[in-house]
């Protein structure tokens, strides 16, 4: 009777600790997932910020950007401002 008792103890505790070591596993790759997606977020926003930097530097310096939307609206902000009217 004590033998059941002990292997049933023995064999609820290994559960547990697989269970818990399962959630600590997945807990561990969905905080590196969701540092993953902050640091494309933040690669991303920094690109950008970059780029329309660079677009209204080029625009006031009258040399013509890249033609996407972005720099584009850079270039016509830089002209803006090498003309004095902003």
Not at 14 to 31: D, P, Y
Not at 42 to 51: F, K, S, T
């Amino acid at each position: 009777m004590v033998e059941v008792l002990v292997l049933v103890l023995v064999l609820v505790l290994v559960e547990v600790l697989v269970l818990v070591l399962v959630l600590v596993l997945v807990e561990v790759l969905v905080v590196l997932v969701l540092v993953l997606v902050f640091a494309v977020e933040l690669v991303g926003v920094l690109a950008l910020v970059l780029r329309l930097v660079l677009g209204v530097l080029l625009g006031f310096v009258g040399v013509l950007p890249w033609l996407d939307l972005g720099t584009l609206l850079a270039f016509v902000l830089g002209g803006l401002f090498k003309l004095g009217a902003l």
